[in-house]
């Protein structure tokens, strides 16, 4: 088992800067791709990227694109994902997941976190 702990959402402004981490303990987590997604209210939960084990095969979805960086220290155990330039369309509940495979979809991750929340005012 993996637990994965999501921290450093909050309420910045449009165009700002914030530095997500997720936080794993339990099983080795070198052993993990990990993914970021994120759920805005009445939408689907959507991939945001994924970095593979040793942060090699880096993903991004055309919105993060030269926004967002991912980025991981398996000394930590840590996962970041730094967003610059936010946007209101932004918003939403910000999930990292372990799995596998570096992917987009999330039914090719095993391992959930409860989100933390990111919120973009105009």
């Known amino acids: 088992q993996v637990q994965l702990v999501e921290s450093g959402g909050g309420l910045v402004q449009s165009g700002g800067s914030l530095r997500l981490s997720c936080a794993a303990s339990g099983r080795s987590f070198s052993n993990y791709a990990v993914g970021w997604f994120r759920q805005a209210p009445v939408e689907e939960r959507e991939f945001v990227a994924a970095i593979g084990r040793n942060g090699e095969g880096i993903y991004y979805s055309h919105s993060a694109q030269g926004r967002f960086t991912i980025s991981r220290d398996n000394s930590k155990n840590t996962v970041y994902l730094q967003m610059n330039n936010l946007r209101p369309e932004d918003t939403a509940v910000y999930f990292c997941?372990?799995?596998?495979?570096?992917?987009?979809?999330?039914?090719?991750?095993?391992?959930w976190g409860q989100g933390t929340q990111v919120t973009v005012s105009s």
């Open positions: 997941a372990g799995g596998t495979a570096v992917a987009g979809r999330e039914d090719l991750y095993d391992y």
